[in-house]
């Protein structure tokens, strides 16, 4: 598939003017995500604007775990966010932790103190959110903000020996209560937190807030544009106040961006986890899921996602992109290269009466037939063998060109058939139906009788392999992506159909991953956590045809 590249946007053109003046003689960006969860497709698009940016002019790009909050924070999330980078195809230059820091946050925590810029505060976080004011009214001063540097050092070294309860003291940075920037209102900058930390265990009990982190981070490993989304806007007064009062030599540039947000999904880490407690989805990877991980496990492409990410740019305003736009690269990518097969979602038994008892005939099928070098398949035909339930109605509309009694069609790849008789159980229910079949309209037999209008598939009975297929529908019903709604109202009860049905003979043995288009049903994937020598499973990745044009 065509490497589709984005045109410039006012990022890119930052860079090039930094470049060209002489500011930055190699571009450093990173990926900081916290690992407190698994990563979604809004995460995609900073993967690839951070990654792709540094590649076109030859920089670097980091991964940076900003694991500051241990409470909330993971092992398997730091290794599920690895995987998922190097699935979308790029690989971090270099591979860090805010943890890795934090003897060197403490010690610029310290300058601040001996500035007379930070100070220790014993406001609990109710009273910390009474005093900072509102958009309209300014803050007022904490009763302990013009403590001694003596006492700040002090107290500030024993919130990091531990002398200290949780939420009993905190280091804030001294601004302007005043400010008509909240996040200047003498923010928190530590906290106390007595919690096993994934990388450094025991070692500390005081962790640095992000907006303080954050800017030393970008400071110590060289970042030149440090791009994040625009709930930081409001915080980049701050970043900016961080790098010039801890004294960093270096003095990234923050940039910020509109996230991706899509038509029925919900991007939040904090909900998505909350999907997976409560058991409405089976795990972060579950195929209905935004994470990278579900769509990989549902079978989309890592090309797709770069392409689409490419393609909704870089925007300084928020907007809503329709999920069929997703979809669309999705079927462009899959539609190079997944083989044509088919299988039978819903089975209904067709005894050719006429043929041969005891024959099985090999056919040969096209894999693509747009793409001769794809090659051909062998597939048997017997007396007996399964169609689709859709594909036959005793009492038919007019326009319908399937199976019916008295009706000719075409089997894909074999013979016509004709209906001659249905067989129902004592329910009334049709179970099976009789056909014959003209020998003389074999495919690729050069047959130029008659014509028919509909065609159909099917899979020999006797060899079919038994297999289980899931149909997802959205996950979230309102495509408004409401913030302010209960998003839990929102779930789709029926998001999941699971049926069972046969696949040709040829595809015995699957594994996982491989992907195929079924003819007539759409792109399906086979499920590498459910498939096993005993049971193959498809996910469905995307129905065949959308209305949606770029």
């Known amino acids: 598939m065509e490497d589709k590249r984005s045109s410039s946007n006012f990022i890119r053109n930052i860079v090039v003017e930094d470049l060209e003046s002489g500011k930055h003689k190699e571009i450093i960006t990173r990926f900081p995500p916290e690992p407190n969860g698994y990563l979604h497709i809004g995460h995609a698009k900073s993967i690839v604007l951070n990654f792709e940016l540094a590649d076109e ?170 791009i994040c989304t625009l709930e930081f806007e409001d915080h980049r007064p701050l970043y900016d106040w961080v790098i010039n009062e801890c004294e960093m030599k270096s003095k990234p540039k923050q940039i910020e961006f509109a996230r991706l947000n899509l038509t029925n999904t919900v991007m939040s880490k904090r909900k998505l986890k909350q999907l997976v407690d409560e058991g409405f989805v089976d795990a972060w990877d579950d195929p209905r899921m935004p994470t990278i991980a579900g769509l990989r496990r549902r079978g989309f492409t890592p090309e797709a996602i770069r392409n689409f990410c490419r393609e909704i740019g870089v925007a300084k305003s928020n907007s809503i992109v329709d999920y069929q736009m997703l979809e669309h690269f999705l079927r462009e990518d899959l539609n190079e290269k997944a083989p044509r097969t088919m299988a039978i979602l819903r089975p209904l038994k067709v005894v050719i009466t006429n043929y041969p008892e005891g024959k099985v005939e090999m056919l040969e099928a096209e894999n693509n037939q747009d793409k001769p070098e794809m090659g051909t398949r062998q597939i048997p035909f017997s007396r007996e063998i399964y169609i689709e339930q859709e594909d036959f109605m005793e009492n038919p509309p007019k326009k319908y060109f399937r199976l019916f009694s008295g009706n000719e069609v075409r089997l894909k790849n074999a013979y016509f058939i004709t209906c001659n008789d249905v067989i129902k159980d004592e329910a009334g229910n049709v179970v099976e139906i009789h056909c014959t079949y003209d020998p003389e309209t074999k495919s690729g037999s050069g047959f130029t009788g008659r014509k028919v209008k509909g065609t159909i598939h099917w899979v020999e009975a006797s060899n079919a392999v038994p297999a289980e297929f899931r149909l997802y529908d959205s996950l979230i019903l309102d495509d408004e992506n409401d913030e302010d709604k209960n998003f839990l109202e929102q779930v789709n009860p029926n998001s999941l159909e699971v049926l069972q049905g046969f696949i040709e003979p040829n595809m015995k043995g699957l594994l996982g991953g491989e992907k195929f288009q079924f003819f007539r049903h759409g792109y399906f994937n086979v499920d590498t956590k459910y498939t096993s020598k005993d049971k193959i499973v498809f996910n469905r990745i995307v129905s065949l045809k959308s209305s949606f044009k770029l």
């Not at 805010?98 to 976080?125: T, W």
Request: net charge negative; hydrophobic share 30%.
């Open 57 to 226: 002019f030859k920089g670097k790009t980091n991964l940076r775990f900003d694991d500051t909050n241990p409470v909330k924070e993971d092992t398997e999330y730091v290794e599920s966010i690895k995987e998922d980078v190097e699935w979308l195809g790029f690989q971090w230059d270099g591979l860090y932790f805010a943890s890795d820091y934090f003897e060197k946050m403490y010690n610029r925590a310290l300058i601040l103190i001996k500035k007379g810029k930070a100070y220790v505060c014993d406001l609990s976080a109710e009273e910390i959110k009474e005093y900072r004011g509102t958009l309209t009214k300014p803050g007022e001063e904490s009763p302990y903000r013009n403590r001694t540097i003596e006492e700040n050092l002090d107290l500030f070294e024993r919130m990091k020996n531990g002398e200290f309860k949780d939420g009993e003291k905190v280091l804030r940075a001294k601004i302007d209560m005043s400010s008509s920037n909240i996040n200047m209102r003498d923010p928190i900058i530590y906290r106390i937190a007595h919690a096993e930390h994934h990388n450094t265990g025991d070692k500390w009990c005081i962790y640095p807030m992000y907006d303080f982190a954050h800017p030393i981070e970008d400071a110590i490993e060289g970042v030149t544009h440090s």
